[in-house]
């Protein structure tokens, strides 16, 4: 079992930028697929992007392509979600989650089954 803190999260302007954080504990970091979700009020949680357990692949929704970066290190048991050129769509609590890197890393917010409490990122405009 893994557990999950997000950190990061805050107010900016449109067109700024911030960094989000994941810090893991409890089984090897590095044995897990890492996501980031997120959840505006009144909207589903949609899928943002996603790393696999080496930092190989990366997959990233298309809404934020070329926008947002996700990185890890396994060493420091942390995934990173680096935002740039924030719009006020993107507006909602951001979540970690973690899969079996075992398996296939995938985009679909049921194949995760630890997730963290999430993080505000609101970006005014």
């Known amino acids: 079992q893994v557990q999950l803190v997000e950190s990061g999260g805050g107010l900016v302007q449109a067109g700024g930028s911030l960094r989000l954080s994941c810090a893991a504990s409890?089984?090897?970091?590095?044995?897990?697929?890492m996501a980031w979700f997120r959840q505006a009020p009144g909207k589903e949680r949609e899928f943002v992007a996603a790393?696999?357990?080496?930092?190989?692949?990366?997959y990233y929704a298309d809404s934020v392509k070329g926008r947002f970066t996700i990185s890890r290190d396994n060493a420091k048991k942390t995934v990173y979600l680096q935002m740039n050129t924030l719009k006020p769509e993107d507006t909602a609590v951001y979540y970690c989650?973690?899969?079996?890197?075992?398996?296939?890393?995938?985009?679909?917010?049921?194949?995760?089954?630890?997730w963290g409490q999430g993080t505000q990122a609101t970006v005014s405009s």
């Open positions: 989650a973690a899969k079996s890197g075992s398996s296939l890393l995938t985009t679909q917010r049921r194949d995760y089954d630890y």
């Open positions: 409890g089984r090897p970091f590095s044995s897990y697929h």
């Open positions: 790393i696999s357990w080496s930092g190989g692949t990366t």
